[in-house]
């Protein structure tokens, strides 16, 4: 069964760069969570869309913005990466079967960014 | 409001067993239960819907007391590969689908020979 897919999967940056993540869903999903965590912590969540409109926010700083395009993937933009940054983060799809609060979310790979 | 995962890590020898709980002050409506191996993605292991019975999956169960709003996950004859960390995830209501789950601070479980 096709997965979410992520990438890059491994990403080096300098401080006060930018940097750009990508997220594909399972096909049909119709939702898309980003997620960080940290060494040793739980997934913290950032953002997320519903049909390509922002449906939540989460702690994602103002440095971040995400959106979610026509073909359903999504994009997560970081600018001036402070060496904080540096984490796993994880994009995850569902679809909403009106099934409320069983909707069950699939998890990529993950990105994970270095910043030096 | 995130959820209590108890207890924070425990140790196993292979074939013992283990009971993983996670609870809320908030009422529960649906619990997500996740497995991470280090640098690796959550898994999804199994959802709990209030009213709903106990699942499994394979040696791993789970059961919902809504009287507790508490959740507990049941590894049975552990094996080396249940070792990592267990996520219990909670979404805010009954009709709260496309929503963000939200983890408790998980549980290390680590099964050695």
């Known amino acids: 069964a096709a997965g979410v897919i992520q990438s890059p999967r491994h990403l080096i940056k300098e401080k006060r760069e930018t940097a750009t993540l990508k997220c594909y869903p399972i096909p049909r999903h119709d939702t898309v969570y980003w997620y960080q965590q940290g060494p040793g912590q739980d997934p913290q969540f950032l953002i997320s869309?519903?049909?390509?409109?922002?449906?939540d926010k989460g702690s994602i700083p103002d440095r971040f913005s995400a959106q979610q395009f026509s073909d359903y993937h999504s994009e997560l933009n970081m600018s001036s990466l402070e060496l904080g940054d540096s984490a796993l983060y994880f994009c995850a799809s569902s679809f909403s079967l009106a099934r409320g609060a069983a909707d069950t979310q699939y998890f990529g790979p993950g990105t994970r960014l270095t910043v030096l | 409001q995130q959820p209590v995962q108890s207890p924070q890590a425990v140790i196993l020898r292979e074939g013992e067993d283990a009971v993983i709980n996670c609870s809320s002050s908030k009422a529960l409506y649906s619990v997500h239960w996740y497995r991470q191996k280090h640098g690796e993605a959550p898994v999804f292991l199994m959802i709990?819907?209030?009213?709903?019975e106990q699942k499994g999956h394979e040696k791993i169960s789970a059961s919902f007391n809504e009287k507790k709003q508490q959740s507990s996950l049941y590894l049975t004859a552990s094996q080396l590969s249940y070792s990592g960390t267990y996520f219990c995830g909670t979404r805010r209501g009954i009709y709260s689908g496309n929503t963000p789950l939200v983890f408790g601070k998980g549980t290390r479980l680590s099964v050695i020979a």
């Open positions: 869309f519903y049909e390509k409109m922002q449906s």
């Open positions: 709990l819907l209030k009213g709903g």
